[in-house]
Each structure stands twice: as structure tokens, then as C-alpha cells.
């Protein structure tokens, strides 16, 4: 009999430990990717990412890091409205900056989070030789 409370015991704190367990996940990169030979920032959307130390990104010639701290970080959490934050998947947010050598070897390559506990799922981040080009939003308006 006593057996039997012990294994029910440790199951309900397995169980426990796993439901309070948050996994690091990432929804967005934007932009999803940057010309050979630049430096920008690309802000990240994701879930329990206020832990984050790292950011790793595949193969040679991209490095990244992280720009906003925590107190950026509440302090922008603040300032969103109720229904950007209706989406937990997205609802916290950092700046990274990216350095793509000139001779990076172009394609999609795979963007990560680190923690202490771990990493993040993957996104695919391209590199691409031609810049990218942001509408104006002045400038928006459909002509017929």
C-alpha cells in the first residue's frame, strides 16, 4: 500500500513539474532575414523569452546580439495595448542585432534563442544579396 502512494505521489509531481514547466518559443523574426555585408536590427516575438543570454544563428559569417535588456524589455511590455497581448505566443519582444559578412554564403539559415535552461525553437532567417526595400506608409494609397 505504501508503494502505491509513493508512485502516485511521484507522478503527480512529474506531472506537476511539467505543467509549470514554460517553454521558450519564438513566433517572428522581423525581418526574417538581411543582405550580405550589413548591420540592422530585427526585433523577435516570442514566449518566455525574458531569460534570454544568446542568440545562435547556423552556419559561418552571422553573428547576433542581444540589444534590449529587461528594463527595456517591462518597460515596452507596458506601453503594448490589450490586443497586441490577446497573443502569448508573441506578446513579449527584444531587439537583436544582426552582422552578415560579406562573404556569407547566401540562403535560410536557423535562428535560435538561448537561456540557462536551453533553446529556443527555430526560425528561418535568409540571407540574400539585395537589401530589403519597406514600403512607405505615407505613401500607401491604391491608384487606379
Do not use: W
Amino acid at each position: 500500500m505504501r508503494s502505491i502512494q509513493y508512485t502516485l505521489l511521484l507522478f503527480l509531481l512529474l506531472v506537476a513539474g511539467a505543467v509549470s514547466a514554460q517553454t521558450l518559443s519564438i513566433g517572428y523574426v522581423y525581418p526574417a532575414g538581411g543582405c550580405v555585408g550589413t548591420t540592422f536590427e530585427v526585433e523577435v516575438g516570442g514566449q518566455n523569452i525574458k531569460e534570454v543570454n544568446g542568440v545562435v544563428i547556423s552556419g559561418q559569417g552571422v553573428s547576433a546580439e542581444i540589444l534590449s535588456d529587461m528594463q527595456q524589455f517591462k518597460n515596452a511590455q507596458r506601453k503594448r495595448s490589450t490586443k497586441e497581448d490577446a497573443n502569448l505566443q508573441i506578446a513579449e519582444r527584444i531587439k537583436v542585432r544582426i552582422t552578415i559578412d560579406p562573404k556569407a554564403t547566401l540562403g535560410f539559415r536557423d535562428l535560435r534563442l538561448q537561456t540557462p535552461k536551453g533553446y529556443s525553437n527555430r526560425l528561418f532567417f535568409e540571407i540574400g544579396q539585395y537589401p530589403d526595400v519597406l514600403e512607405n506608409k505615407e505613401n500607401n494609397v491604391f491608384s487606379k
